[in-house]
């Protein structure tokens, strides 16, 4: 299975951080944020990555290269203006395939990607739900008998983890649209597993949380 990594956002709400620093370098522990994807889909046993990148993509290319480094080979999809999430995984399809792929967003930090999933008879995607943090109470999505729906009273937040079908993206244009819509349409299909992960995560979407998983992984660093 081939994983790809969305990693072309301006990073607006980091700023000021990211006036000068796409994102997905943001150091981490010691490391960018997006080097400690690259080394959990390495312990997965994924050996191909796709980055898409736009905002400061030149800085992003050069830290990370070819992906030797880390044990993987990263294949570059450059976007000339952000795509959204949908237009980006679609400009990307090529350098995928057709099987499903491990989609993970670039600005969640998890301390184990879950084991690759496949997919089951028709479905469309599975989903990787945690518990809703303080900044997302209300979460994302309900989870009955490792389905995804709209309707249980329960609900939880989507990880910024998943597998995908290409076949989730059919017909859609070419350009910028976001793949929210089409996940949730999947789901009322009843096309969407999901699973809870229940291990550390972190929406790394503000400093004051990238400077929180900081000061939560810094004993681990000593």
């Known amino acids: 299975m081939k994983a790809m990594i969305l990693a072309a956002g ?17 150091p981490v522990a010691g490391k960018p944020l997006i ?19 736009s905002y400061r993509a030149e800085q992003i290319i050069d830290a990370l290269g070819d992906g030797n480094a880390y044990g ?6 450059r976007e ?29 930090w998890c301390a184990a990607l879950p084991a690759q999933h496949a997919l089951q008879g028709d479905d469309l995607a599975h989903l990787v739900l945690v ?10 999505f309900g989870l009955a008998v490792g389905r995804v729906n709209q309707t249980s009273t329960e609900r939880l937040t989507y990880a910024g983890i998943s597998v995908i079908h290409p076949a989730l993206l059919d017909g859609q244009p070419q350009g910028a649209f976001a793949l929210a819509p089409l996940l949730r349409a999947a789901i009322d299909n009843n096309r969407v597993s999901g699973e809870r992960y ?6 790394v979407g503000t400093p004051e949380r990238l400077t929180a998983l900081e000061n939560q992984l810094k004993p681990k660093q000593e």
């Open 10 to 26: 301006l990073g607006k709400r980091m700023r000021p951080l990211t006036d000068h620093c796409p994102k997905p370098l943001l």
């Open 35 to 53: 080097v400690h994807h690259l080394e959990r889909l390495r312990e997965a046993g994924i050996h191909e990555v796709v980055i898409n990148v």
């Open 72 to 77: 993987l080979r990263i294949h570059w999809s």
């Open 80 to 108: 000339t203006a952000p795509l959204e999430t949908g237009g980006g995984i679609q400009q990307a399809l090529p350098l995928l395939g057709e099987a499903p792929f491990l989609l993970v967003n670039g600005d969640v």
């Open 131 to 140: 518990e809703n943090p303080p900044h997302h109470a209300n979460g994302d």
């Open 198 to 203: 229940t291990g550390p995560w972190v929406d």
